[in-house]
């Protein structure tokens, strides 16, 4: 089984500055990792994800995320964010093999303020 | 999404009586989730399918039954309505060979 623990339930940070929202998972098996976006009163949206091969993965929007097998990461980052970028970010997890069921981190609200 | 249409998009219901939430898709994907969405608690699976009549438990089952007797179309229902089942439910299919999930709209539902 799989789990995921999202470090920060919420982000504050002021427009043009970078961000980081932080991802740790366990697990016995080789997995994929995902974040998604969900914005307000909407389904959520795929912002990247992480099968295998080069460690930094490159999403939607300017987003990035590295892939640390050793500290069992997966963080999001962005140079500079946008007021649009206020919504709440997840990180999932799934293992590699048969029904790949996603399991999800707790949520980061990310709010973008002036 | 274009692909998952879930109905209804918002419902208040009362406590004790049953409740079918529907996911329908047309890209004919295998396999079809349901997950809630709480505060604190990011998204749960439900139950999940791998093919028409064919279903499993996932993390927080109880109280919830699934059906799937066409490709297209995925039922949650929900037998006897508790107050602690008000959430929004999100539908999800999976991709094939791409790994990434797509999601419905979400549908809320309040008991009272």
């Known amino acids: 089984a799989q789990s995921v623990t999202q470090l920060d339930s919420q982000v504050p940070v002021f427009e043009e500055a970078p961000v980081e929202l932080r991802c740790n998972y366990s697990?016995?098996?080789?997995?994929?990792l995902f974040w998604y976006v969900q914005y307000p009163n909407q389904g959520l949206q795929l912002l990247l994800k992480?099968?295998?091969?080069?460690?930094l993965v490159k999403g939607i929007n300017g987003f990035e995320a590295e892939f640390n097998k050793s500290q069992t990461s997966f963080h999001l980052r962005k140079p500079s964010v946008h007021i649009s970028d206020t919504a709440e970010y997840f990180c999932?997890?799934?293992?590699?093999?048969?029904?790949?069921?996603?399991?999800f981190g707790q949520g980061t609200r990310l709010t973008i303020n002036p | 999404d274009a692909g998952i249409t879930q109905s209804p998009r918002h419902k208040v219901t009362e406590t004790g009586t049953p409740v079918t939430l529907r996911c329908h898709q047309t890209?004919?994907?295998?396999?079809m989730y349901w997950y809630r969405q709480d505060p604190g608690h990011g998204l749960r699976l439900i139950h999940y399918?791998?093919?028409?009549?064919?279903?499993d438990k996932g993390e927080v089952s109880d109280g919830y039954s699934v059906s799937r007797s066409k490709t297209e179309d995925f039922l949650l229902t929900l037998e006897s309505a508790t107050s602690s089942q008000t959430s929004v439910y999100f539908c999800?299919?999976?991709?094939?060979?791409?790994?990434?999930?797509?999601f419905g709209s979400g549908t809320r539902l309040t008991v009272v």
């Open positions: 999800a299919t999976r991709v094939p060979g791409d790994y990434g999930y797509t």
């Open positions: 697990s016995s098996v080789s997995v994929y």
């Open positions: 992480y099968l295998s091969g080069s460690t």
């Open positions: 999932a997890v799934s293992g590699v093999q048969g029904a790949q069921k996603l399991v």
């Open positions: 890209e004919n994907h295998r396999y």
């Open positions: 399918s791998y093919g028409v009549k064919d279903t």
